[in-house]
Nanobody, 122 residues
Framework: QVQLVESGGGLVQAGGSLRLSCAAS????????MGWYRQAPGKQRELVAT???????NYPDSVKGRFTISRDNAKNTTYLQMNSLNPEDTAVYYC????????????????WGQGTQVTVSS
């Protein structure tokens, strides 16, 4: 069993910054890709950022240049630094991780955090 614990959400003014953290724990052999998704009311969940075990990152155009994802493999933790926030970034942000749970290559599971609210005021 793998759990993801998120922190860092809150209320911020437009133009401000927030830093989200997500720590994985439980049955972990290694973690492949970690990422962040968000979901605003009435909208589908969308990708915010991903980072591979080797450090390769991916961002959609909506956040590129403003958000930065990073990870600390020793702590099984990923971070999302969000700068130049605007009201369109308001959403529940979810952490995601693809976790290898055993010595066998095919022992993988996908875990999700409970979500943390980010609200950006105008």
């Amino acid at each position: 069993q793998v759990q993801l614990v998120e922190s860092g959400g809150g209320l911020v003014q437009a133009g401000g910054s927030l830093r989200l953290s997500c720590a994985a724990s439980g049955r972990i052999f290694s973690i492949n890709t970690m990422g962040w998704y968000r979901q605003a009311p009435g909208k589908q969940r969308e990708l915010v950022a991903t980072i591979t075990s080797g450090g390769s990152t991916n961002y959609p155009d909506s956040v590129k240049g403003r958000f930065t994802i990073s990870r600390d493999n020793a702590k099984n933790t990923t971070y999302l630094q969000m700068n130049s926030l605007n009201p369109e970034d308001t959403a529940v942000y979810y952490c995601n991780a693809n976790v290898r749970t055993g010595v066998r290559t095919y022992y993988y599971t996908t875990a999700w955090g409970q979500g943390t609210q980010v609200t950006v005021s105008s």
